[in-house]
Nanobody, 114 residues
Framework: QVQLVESGGGLVQPGGSLRLSCVAS????????MGWYRQAAGKQRELVAR???????NYADSVKGRFTISRDNAKNTVYLQMNSLKPEDTAVYFC????????WGQGTQVTVSS
């Protein structure tokens, strides 16, 4: 059964950090490009970071230099380290495979507020 389970969100002050995790029960995880998306209230879901099977990473301009995506193929897990968080980073964060998407998980809420 295909399943994506995101965790690690929470409430953090501006300038703070969080680390998100996504356990992906998908076939061929290690061969898939994986990505982190976010959806703020009233806005469309957007891809903010992705990592290829070979470890090449790409970031949206809005998070470049602050967020780092990584993966552990032995654990079928992809991570998103978020530093220097801003109020505009507030959103529900999801993971998926941009090139071969599966059913979406529940996501994890990140709220950046003082």
């Amino acid at each position: 059964q295909v399943q994506l389970v995101e965790s690690g969100g929470g409430l953090v002050q501006p300038g703070g950090s969080l680390r998100l995790s996504c356990v992906a029960s998908v076939s061929g995880f290690r061969l898939r490009t994986m990505g982190w998306y976010r959806q703020a209230a009233g806005k469309q879901r957007e891809l903010v970071a992705r990592i290829t099977s070979g470890g090449i990473t790409n970031y949206a301009d809005s998070v470049k230099g602050r967020f780092t995506i990584s993966r552990d193929n032995a654990k079928n897990t992809v991570y998103l380290q978020m530093n220097s968080l801003k109020p505009e980073d507030t959103a529900v964060y999801f993971c998926n495979a941009p090139l071969s998407p599966v059913d979406w998980g529940q996501g994890t809420q990140v709220t950046v507020s003082s």
